[in-house]
């Protein structure tokens, strides 16, 4: 999922990233700026499928015919994490194909009573061994958390090119949604990819990014921006004290209004990265992760109500 201001400039119809790398955007409900989530098809002929995103049924055929299209036997869906903008049409081509689905435990659980997970994956573990299929690509499945806690993302040993989820993206920005979404996790994978080598980056949303690591570099740099207006914001104000909400227009003041809730979960998860560093508290005592997830509630008005104040410490 992301957000906010842009025009939506994103590819709509397939293109290869590599011959064996290939994207079917599908238009999803996502969040603007995005309308459309990249579904990533891996391998020659024998192919697995990762998120395919939309829930809309012309989409699901629109990419059967494509698949049909081009010759493929599908062997198996993989998902990223449970975001409804990436696992809408995960049903469907499972029927479809009879394949089985495969996420990390952690987004099984997420997707319980949703979507049907046959079967597990974990950080290392090579995709065409899991399957035991020949994909042509070595595959490697890495844990990435940050976005989600089950978060996956899909590296070609070869080439370093990563299928990226909601790691990324090419438009807009990424959502940190606490509790599911973890700051200080998401700043540790950006890094983990940078120093694992990422070529070219496959993001959810948007055009393939051909200087992944740089990309990765500018997310890390950005979020310790926003960090640093966090504290600059906080210790001006009275008792160096505010909650998420009110801290939202100093630092996003692009943001249109009605954003605001969802930028003010954004602020909730730099709170909640310096609190874990002792670097600020709350003066309520409180020390549970409230208020209501983005993906839990159909109104934003409940994202942000409730939050307490956050003090700056130091
Ligand atoms: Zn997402």
Not at 18 to 31: C, F, I
Not at 59 to 88: C, F, K, S, Y
Not at 144 to 157: M, N, Q
Not at 255 to 284: I, Y
């Amino acid at each position: 999922m992301t957000a906010i201001t842009e025009a939506d400039r994103a590819p709509r119809s397939p293109f290869d990233v590599q011959p064996d790398l290939r994207v079917v955007p599908l238009r999803t409900p996502t969040l603007p700026p995005a309308t459309h989530t990249n579904c990533v098809v891996v391998g020659h002929r024998d192919v697995v499928v990762v998120d395919p995103a939309s829930p809309y049924e012309d989409e699901q055929r629109r990419l059967l015919d494509w698949i049909e299209g081009n010759g493929l036997r599908v062997h198996a869906i993989l998902l990223t994490h449970q975001h409804g903008d990436h696992v809408g049409g995960a049903n469907a081509l499972r029927e479809a194909t009879g394949v089985p689905v495969l996420a990390h435990p952690a987004t099984t659980a997420a997707l319980k009573g949703h979507v049907r997970v046959d079967d597990s994956l974990f950080e290392g573990d090579l995709v065409s061994e899991a399957l035991e299929v020949d994909l042509g690509v070595p595959l490697r499945v890495l844990h990435t958390p940050g976005h989600a806690r089950g978060h996956l993302a899909f590296r070609d040993e070869r080439t370093g090119a990563l299928i990226g989820g909601d790691l990324v993206a090419a438009q807009g920005t990424i959502v940190i949604d606490p509790p599911d979404g973890n700051m200080a996790d998401y700043l540790a994978t950006l890094a983990r990819l940078i120093v694992l080598g990422t070529g070219v980056l496959i993001p959810a949303h948007g055009a393939a990014i051909d200087a992944g690591e740089d990309k990765l570099l500018e997310y890390i740099a950005h979020r310790q921006m926003r960090e640093e207006q966090l504290q600059v914001t906080l210790a001006a104000r009275p008792q160096r004290c505010g909650r998420p909400i009110d801290l939202v227009p100093a630092i996003y003041p692009d943001v249109p209004p009605m954003f605001h809730p969802l930028a003010g979960r954004q602020v909730l998860a730099h709170l909640l990265k310096l609190e874990d560093e002792g670097r600020v508290d709350r003066p309520d005592g409180s020390t549970d992760v409230p208020g209501v997830p983005v993906y839990m509630s159909a109104s934003m008005a409940g994202w942000t109500a409730e939050l307490p104040v956050f003090r700056l410490l130091g």
